[in-house]
């Protein structure tokens, strides 16, 4: 049995359409295990689960979708335009995230991984960054991300300025960083970039 007291829970955030899920990816290939808290709030908020029933029970049956299952674009607009609200699902939400999350990084730990990233979005926001042994931020220049998001998600420029202005600002992620990836070139820069992160993660561990 593993005793996990050599292992490394390394986070990997960054702001929307900065490239966090591009250096995921790349991780992955590379063999990084990673642990991806959007599809670990799927998992959670699955059909039949008790998370999904703690949202209905708060925000109403009219946020499932005609296959009964979560509707999570629904309860984004729904949640973005009431502060409140954003609070009452995150207060739902996270705690059930946090736990589902450690438990896959300590699963992983007892298959002998070494290194386990944690891609979140919200890592800083929450203050779970604090917990982990490294935080890894990806960042860009603030028009290459506005043309990213509008191309991206084909929204107008007041509707991804809304969007970007809805989180934390990158500035305080850095500082909070251990290492930061500016990504404002191209993909085969971000995969030098991230490639040599995860050897010198490596070498370190």
């Not at 739902?92 to 699963?107: G, K, V, Y």
């Not at 991300?145 to 084909?154: A, I």
């Amino acid at each position: 049995m593993n005793n996990h007291s050599d292992n490394k829970l390394i986070g990997l955030t960054g702001n929307i359409a900065c490239g966090k899920s591009a250096v995921a990816a790349i991780l992955r290939k590379l063999g990084a295990p990673v642990i991806d808290a959007d599809q670990v709030s799927r998992d959670v908020t699955a059909p039949g689960t008790a998370g999904l029933r703690s949202v209905i029970s708060a925000f109403g049956e009219e946020i499932l979708d005609a296959n009964d299952q979560l509707d999570r674009k629904k309860l984004r607009a729904l949640v973005f335009a009431d502060p409140q609200k954003r609070k009452q699902l995150e207060a739902i939400l996270h705690p059930l995230i946090t736990a589902e999350s450690l438990e896959r990084a300590m699963d992983a730990f007892d298959q002998n991984q070494k290194l386990v990233i944690y891609e979140a979005p919200l890592l800083v926001e929450t203050g779970r960054d604090k917990d982990l042994h490294g935080l890894i931020c990806v960042i860009c220049k603030p028009e290459i991300q506005l043309k990213r998001l509008m191309d991206r998600d084909q929204i107008p420029l007041a509707e991804a300025r809304q969007f970007i202005a809805s989180q934390a600002p990158q500035e305080l992620k850095m500082k909070r960083a251990t290492w930061v990836i500016e990504n404002n070139g191209s993909l085969e820069a971000l995969q030098e970039k991230t490639t040599k992160l995860w050897h010198q993660l490596n070498t370190v561990a």
